[in-house]
Nanobody, 123 residues
Framework: QVQLVESGGGLVQPGGSLNLSCAAS????????MGWHRQAPGKQRELVAR???????DYADSVKGRFTISRDSAKNTVALQMHSLKAEDKAVYYC?????????????????WGLGTQGNVSS
């Protein structure tokens, strides 16, 4: 069992910045990647950014150049620095972790999700 807790959400005006953090805890064998998704009102959940082991990153086109993901693998944390925020960035942001585990000789990976934190971009 893995628990993820997001923090740092809040209200910010367009053009402003918001920094989100997420900490994973629990029974962790190995986290292969951590990342962020978001879901805006009336919209589907979408990938924002993800960072795998080995420092590989993946960003949604809509946030490239504005958002930066970072990880501290030793602390099992991931952060999302959001700058030049736009109204369309308003969403609930969810942290996730892909955790590798095993059951006997079977290896598998599960994605765990946090409960989300509100990024409210509004003037």
């Amino acid at each position: 069992q893995v628990q993820l807790v997001e923090s740092g959400g809040g209200l910010v005006q367009p053009g402003g910045s918001l920094n989100l953090s997420c900490a994973a805890s629990g029974s962790i064998f190995n986290i292969n990647s951590m990342g962020w998704h978001r879901q805006a009102p009336g919209k589907q959940r979408e990938l924002v950014a993800r960072m795998a082991n080995g420092e590989g990153t993946d960003y949604a086109d809509s946030v490239k150049g504005r958002f930066t993901i970072s990880r501290d693998s030793a602390k099992n944390t991931v952060a999302l620095q959001m700058h030049s925020l736009k109204a369309e960035d308003k969403a609930v942001y969810y942290c996730s972790a892909d955790v590798a585990s095993s059951d006997g000789g079977n290896y598998f990976e599960e994605r765990y999700w946090g409960l989300g934190t509100q990024g409210n971009v509004s003037s």
